[in-house]
């Protein structure tokens, strides 16, 4: 059964860092990866979608890499800022199109 | 202003009653689905529907249902045997399987 793993759980950072999330899965059969944001009390936003044939997506300071043979993503946040303070959610979709998601990273960046 | 609305906000249930919880999408999606989640967890799938009039269980569809009637609604009923029902539910779209997933803004249900 697919399981996704986020590390850390939560981070703290100075605004201007530039951070990076991680996101592991069990099995690497995947269709594609999506990374979403999470404001609290909210639904989730839609970052960035990688298709399983893709190493990398990139939107603005985000960057999603792709590892699909090692079952590893990589959310990059070039120099962060306040308003990236969020949740922030990988999920893998398996064939049948259903998402398998990860617990999240809370993100807090203090300026 | 195309989107995915969800509503109440909040909803409060009392021992023993069922509710439903509203999913609409003016997106021109064929495929919904709900999704339940609890603190510090990820989101686990309740039910989907790829096309009107079929729907699959997800993970967790023990004391819940739902209806697929018209392409833009999608409602869910949490009955009286699910126990734990104290949840924020989630509901989403997308054009097809492999698709993004867009999301509502939730619906957070208490039990009184």
């Known amino acids: 059964k697919q399981e996704v793993t986020q590390i850390p759980a939560a981070l703290s950072v100075p605004e201007g860092e530039n951070l990076v999330l991680n996101c592991s899965f069990t099995d690497s059969a995947i269709y594609n990866l999506q990374w979403f944001r999470q404001d609290p009390g909210k639904g989730l936003t839609s970052l960035l979608l990688?298709?399983?044939?893709?190493r990398e997506q990139t939107s603005g300071r985000l960057n999603a890499s792709l590892d699909k043979s090692s079952g590893r993503s990589t959310l990059y946040i070039a120099a962060s800022q306040p308003g990236d303070s969020a949740t922030y959610l990988c999920?893998?979709?398996?064939?049948?199109?259903?998402?398998?998601f990860g617990k999240g990273t809370k993100l807090s960046v203090k300026p | 202003d195309g989107g995915i609305t969800q509503s109440p906000k909040y909803l409060f249930r009392k021992e023993g009653q069922n509710v439903t919880l509203s999913c609409e999408q003016n997106l021109n999606h064929d495929a919904m689905y709900w999704y339940r989640q609890d603190p510090g967890q990820g989101l686990r799938l309740i039910y989907y529907s790829q096309i009107v009039n079929d729907f699959q269980k997800g993970d967790i569809a023990e004391g819940y249902s739902v209806s697929r009637e018209k392409k833009e609604s999608f409602p869910l009923t949490v009955t009286s045997a699910q126990k734990n029902p104290t949840a924020f539910y989630l509901c989403?779209?997308?054009?097809?399987?492999?698709?993004?997933?867009?999301f509502g803004p939730g619906t957070r249900l208490l039990v009184l």
């Open positions: 989403a779209s997308s054009s097809g399987p492999a698709g993004t997933q867009y």
């Open positions: 999920a893998v979709r398996e064939s049948q199109g259903n998402l398998i």
């Open positions: 990688i298709q399983s044939s893709q």
